[in-house]
């Protein structure tokens, strides 16, 4: 919220809420907030852009829904060059649900549909969709960022900035990937969760730009 008063969007600005952790963003948002069906995020985005394209549209995802439920549609904005933003919080676990193991989930961790450890020849490995979405032409800024200390959320503020304007630009399909911590379904106190996306979440999903045209449109 604090990106979109800097940029004076709040008039302009739409975000698209699907079922999971942000599914209440209106509460906290002063903006519209539009719902969606569990994965739908980026396709009710799309329609919302093609209607009222002056209007800045972002989705709001967690990895459940994005890397999961949502794969296809979030794949196909990205490869269309849709001119709009994801927002993609990755927290290695279908958070709102109970903590059951997602795309997002790292090997061997224990989640409740895991008990033993996420196991490869079972599950596969862990899905990065930054990198996934950078071999589409239509996507043209893709950045994976944290929010485990202060400087990191200086960082992702300035990711979500980034995206934004892109979107306003009209270069075409933008994301920033939010590792975030959950303490409660990690079994772990805030300051160990924090702790642990430096030590170990970070490895598998490195931080920084997997993707940024600068010039022109990616739609």
Not at 38 to 44: D, Y
């Amino acid at each position: 919220m604090e990106v979109i008063e800097e940029m004076d969007l709040q008039e302009s600005a739409i975000c698209v809420a699907p079922a999971g952790c942000g599914m209440l963003l209106y509460n906290y948002f002063e903006i519209d907030v539009i719902e969606s069906a569990h994965g739908r995020g980026a396709a009710v985005a799309t329609g919302i852009k093609r209607v009222l394209p002056q209007n800045l549209v972002f989705s709001y995802q967690g990895d459940g829904d994005l890397a999961a439920i949502g794969t296809a549609e979030g794949f196909h904005a990205a490869n269309r060059g849709e001119n709009i933003t994801v927002i993609f919080v990755n927290n290695g676990v279908y958070g709102m649900t109970g903590g059951q193991m997602a795309p997002t989930t790292l090997l061997d961790q224990v989640t409740t549909t895991t008990p033993t450890g996420r196991n490869s020849d079972l599950a596969g490995h862990p899905v990065r969709i930054c990198e996934v979405f950078a071999t589409l032409d239509g996507a043209c800024y893709l950045e994976r960022v944290a929010v485990n200390k202060p400087a990191a959320v200086v960082k992702a503020k300035r990711a979500i900035t980034k995206a934004f304007q892109r979107q306003l630009d009209g270069r075409g399909f933008s994301l920033v990937e939010i590792l975030s911590p959950c303490p409660v379904n990690w079994k772990m106190t805030p300051h160990d969760a924090c702790a642990w996306i430096d030590e170990v979440v970070s490895k598998r999903f490195p931080l920084g730009v997997a993707k940024d045209v600068e010039d022109g449109s990616c739609s």
